[in-house]
């Protein structure tokens, strides 16, 4: 299999190119991508990439395969190989480090925006702070987000503004925490998103939930704060 | 929060707000400009100056035309932000499509009014 990987170091390259290795990949196996970058590691160990889990919960290992953000240690060839041919990028829009190797700080940065922790101003209970089965339901579909970035990185309004649009992952965490009943800075949460870009960049085009690799949908979650703000306003 | 001073509703909520409801307006205005067109199987001058003769016409183009700005505005504005990254390129698109829209929403008004 012919496998286009993109190249980077910037210690050594004028600029970023594409370099075609062929792989032979075992007979009978549906391997994933990451399988694919180990054996091309072993050709030439200059290579960079991260990976940790390789079972998709750690959300290193996010990568442009085929045109198509994804974790590579769950995405099998068959899914996204064509015409026997692989073309690997680093998730795009962020500046490149090395290889696929990206700086992730800007995404951070907006994870960091929206407050990812529980603010409760009143007076801590002995044990913990329970929550009914119901108002614990309401956080199915929001808490197994890993950060892995593809969905951000697949946003065009992110690409555009990643300075000032929060991006999905980071709105659908931010919807997280509206949601907890445990949490008591709802209002202050909705002041702060209810300017021109943080929450309103979002055009709806729900790249993001097409490429989620957890199957989450941060489209449905910006509408859940969209319904906020405006019952907070009208 | 991110601040913006040229948004028009000054906050993205409201702009957002804007820009739905005179969508909803524009589609009204065309579907009934359209419904009359197809209806009116002889349109004369007389008819057609008849109708914007109308209070109710008049009020309806006129929201119509205000809806037409505000929209206009708020998309332009959405665009340059996206795709214009230099301040002084956005700062004089955004200026000409203000001077643009004013112009035009002024010049609507004086049609329809016919002041
Ligand atoms: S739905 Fe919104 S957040 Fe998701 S990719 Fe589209 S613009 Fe980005
Ligand atoms: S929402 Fe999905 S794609 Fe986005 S960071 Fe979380 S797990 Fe990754």
């Known amino acids: 299999m012919l496998v286009s990987i993109y190249r980077y170091n910037p210690e050594k390259d004028q600029t970023p190119f594409m370099e075609d290795i062929n792989i032979d990949i075992p007979e009978g196996k549906d391997l994933m991508v990451l399988d694919v970058l180990h054996l091309l590691k072993e050709k030439d160990s200059s290579v960079a990439y991260r990976r940790s889990c390789r079972e998709g919960v750690c959300g290193s290992d996010g990568l442009n395969m085929n045109g198509k953000n994804g974790l590579a240690c769950i995405t099998p060839l068959s899914d996204v190989v064509k015409k026997d041919k692989l073309v690997i990028r680093p998730l795009p829009g962020l500046p490149v480090i090395r290889d696929l190797v990206v700086d992730m ?3 951070y940065k907006q994870y960091e925006k929206i407050k990812p922790f529980l603010i409760n101003d009143t007076p801590a209970p002995a044990i913990e702070r329970l929550q009914s089965p119901e108002d614990r339901e309401k956080l199915d579909g929001l808490y197994e987000c890993i950060l892995c970035a593809c969905c951000s990185t697949a946003c065009p309004s992110f690409w555009w503004n990643p300075d000032k649009f929060v991006g999905p992952s980071g709105l659908l965490q931010a919807y997280r925490f509206l949601a907890d009943s445990r949490d008591t800075a709802q209002d202050e949460r909705l002041a702060d998103l209810d300017d021109p870009f943080s929450v309103f960049r979002c055009r709806g085009i729900m790249n993001c939930v097409s490429v989620c690799p957890k199957g989450l949908n941060p489209t449905k979650a910006i509408g ?6 405006m019952q907070r306003s009208t | ?7 028009l509703g000054r906050n993205g909520l409201y702009d957002w707000m804007i820009q739905r409801v005179s969508a909803v ?3 009204a205005y065309s579907v009934f400009i ?3 067109l197809a209806l009116t199987p002889e349109l004369t001058y007389e008819a057609w100056s008849g109708l914007f003769a109308g209070t109710c016409m008049r009020i309806f183009s006129l929201l119509a035309l205000l809806c037409l700005g505000a929209h206009a505005w708020v998309g332009l504005w959405t665009i340059s932000t996206d795709y214009m990254k230099a301040t002084g390129v956005r700062f004089i698109f955004q200026a000409a499509c203000g001077v643009v829209m004013f112009a035009y929403v002024a010049w609507g008004i004086l049609v329809i009014w016919g002041l």
């Open chain 1, 105 to 107: 700080s800007m995404f």
């Open chain 2, 25 to 27: 307006v524009l589609a």
């Open chain 1, 224 to 229: 859940h704060i969209r319904n906020m703000l």
């Open chain 2, 1 to 7: 929060m991110v601040a913006s001073v040229t948004s």
């Open chain 2, 34 to 36: 359209i419904g009359y």
